[in-house]
């Protein structure tokens, strides 16, 4: 079965560059966060869209920006890059109104490093 | 607001004996879910385990099973029979059906199991 597809799988940039992170999620599943996890942290909630609207908001920087596009498919553009923004990146999908409640389907992760 | 617990940072485990994760939950909204995710050293987050709140009998799936107490408000998860392959950090996470549906996820428990 489709999974959700995150690219890159790692990237690396330096101080102040910008970088965009893609989420591919399940067919037909109309919904996608994404999460950040520091080193040795919890995943935290940035921010989530069904339908291609922004729906929810959590701990994400103004540097960076998100947005759901007609096909489904999320883009994370970070800018102004700090070595703070090292993380694995998640992307997670799930199809709106789901019986059970609305299991999300993670991706792989996608690893920035900022040196 | 929303929060997740889960008070063991590290366990161990031997090879074949069954062992149990600790997790509480806070929230005042009646209609929530609760989540067990597994992440291996790799990084991907891996879904195992569902419960809803409204949900009379605990949820099972294969060797996972959770002890679902909510006048408690614990939803410890349950591994049988340990494998060397369940050794990996352990997330709790709970989704709230008012609050935006995202995942708000504890602080993980790194299982270690002994050969």
């Known amino acids: 079965a489709a999974g959700v597809i995150q690219s890159p799988r790692h990237l690396i940039k330096e101080k102040r560059e910008t970088a965009t992170l893609k989420c591919y999620p399940i067919?037909?599943?109309?919904?996608v966060y994404w999460y950040q996890q520091g080193p040795g942290q919890d995943p935290q909630f940035l921010i989530s869209?069904?339908?291609?609207?922004?729906?929810d908001k959590g701990s994400i920087p103004d540097r960076f920006s998100a947005q759901q596009f007609s096909d489904y498919h999320s883009e994370l553009n970070m800018s102004s890059l700090e070595l703070g923004d090292s993380a694995l990146y998640f992307c997670?999908?799930?199809?709106?109104?789901?019986?059970?409640?609305?299991?999300?389907?993670f991706g792989e992760g996608s690893r920035l490093t900022v040196l | 607001a929303q929060k997740i617990t889960q008070t063991q940072p590290g366990m161990f485990v031997q090879e074949k004996e069954a062992v149990t994760l600790d997790c509480t939950y806070d929230?005042?909204?009646?209609?929530?879910?609760l989540f067990w995710y597994k992440q291996p050293s790799s990084g991907e987050m891996i879904f195992l385990i569902y419960?809803?709140?409204?949900?009379?009998q605990n949820a099972t799936e294969g060797r996972y099973s959770l002890n679902f107490q909510k006048a408690r408000k614990s939803a410890n998860l349950v591994i049988s029979a340990s494998q060397l392959g369940d050794s990996a950090m352990y997330f709790c996470?709970?989704?709230?059906?008012?609050?935006?549906?995202?995942?708000?996820f504890g602080g993980g428990t790194r299982l270690m199991v002994k050969p």
């Open positions: 997670a999908s799930r199809a709106g109104g789901t019986l059970r409640g609305g299991e999300l389907f």
């Open positions: 067919p037909r599943h109309d919904t």
């Open positions: 869209f069904y339908e291609k609207m922004q729906s």
């Open positions: 929230t005042s909204d009646p209609s929530y879910g």
């Open positions: 419960q809803g709140s409204y949900d009379q």
């Open positions: 996470a709970m989704r709230v059906t008012n609050a935006g549906n995202m995942l708000t």
